[in-house]
T-cell receptor
Framework: GENVEQHPSTLSVQEGDSAVIKCTYSDSASNYFPWYKQELGKRPQLIIDIRSNVGEKKDQRIAVTLNKTAKHFSLHITETQPEDSAVYFC?????????????FGAGTRLAVHP | EAGVTQFPSHSVIEKGQTVTLRCDPISGHDNLYWYRRVMGKEIKFLLH????????ESGMPNNRFLAERTGGTYSTLKVQPAELEDSGVYFC????????????FGEGSWLTVV
């Protein structure tokens, strides 16, 4: 079945460093790849997404890259800050006619140390 | 705009008891999803409603789980009888039919079965 692998499971960086989280997906028909950030006790919140017709997307300190051939996509956070500490989930789906079933990775716990 | 709301936020029940979780999606969102996260693992898809119809219930673990969305507004997820392995966080999410199909999550209902 559809599967999304996410690495690493935990990541610890110093404030100001960059953080990279990588995901691979199994279903080549997937066309939508969102990233969610979940702070402790709060709801998962969409921070950035990318569609299969785009290779890279950037929003301030956050960027996502997609390699459709290799079926992997990555989240890059630059100049990390303590408030970036959270669990990050990648997901993949086939969006079709309003139907969007997300398959999630297992999450990466990011800790940014001052 | 109100977000996705879920009730209760936390529930502790004994094995064999019944629990009903409620989700109110964002107003006007036809798509409603239930997901579950068991401790430390990925967020797993349970099912998807389009209005009042079950579009995909392939992720429902077994027949102890029953989801309804009468009238196409709020949804309930009932677990009867609850087992220890049902413990986890149950997330509800919603999205509109058109536009970017962005999925918005609720804060989750934490279920502990003892």
């Amino acid at each position: 079945g559809e599967n999304v692998e996410q690495h690493p499971s935990t990541l610890s960086v110093q404030e100001g460093d960059s953080a990279v989280i990588k995901c691979t997906y199994s279903d080549s028909a997937s066309n939508y790849f969102p990233w969610y950030k979940q702070e402790l006790g709060k709801r998962p919140q969409l921070i950035i997404d990318i569609r299969s017709n785009v290779g890279e997307k950037k929003d301030q300190r956050i960027a996502v890259t997609l390699n459709k051939t290799a079926k992997h996509f990555s989240l890059h956070i630059t100049e990390t800050q303590p408030e970036d500490s959270a669990v990050y989930f990648c997901a993949a789906s086939k969006v079709s006619g309003g139907y969007n079933k997300l398959i999630f990775g297992a999450g990466t716990r990011l800790a940014v140390h001052p | 705009e109100a977000g996705v709301t879920q009730f209760p936020s936390h529930s502790v029940i004994e094995k064999g008891q019944t629990v009903t979780l409620r989700c109110d999606p964002i107003s006007g969102h036809d798509n409603l999803y239930w997901y579950r996260r068991v401790m430390g693992k990925e967020i797993k898809f349970l099912l998807h409603f389009v209005k009042e119809s079950k579009q995909d219930e392939s992720g429902m673990p077994n027949n102890r789980f029953l989801a309804e969305r009468t009238g196409g507004t709020y949804s309930t997820l009932k677990v009867q009888p609850a087992e220890l392995e049902d413990s986890g966080v149950y997330f509800c999410a919603s999205s509109s039919r058109g536009g970017r199909n962005t999925i918005y999550f609720g804060e989750g209902s934490w279920l502990t079965v003892v």
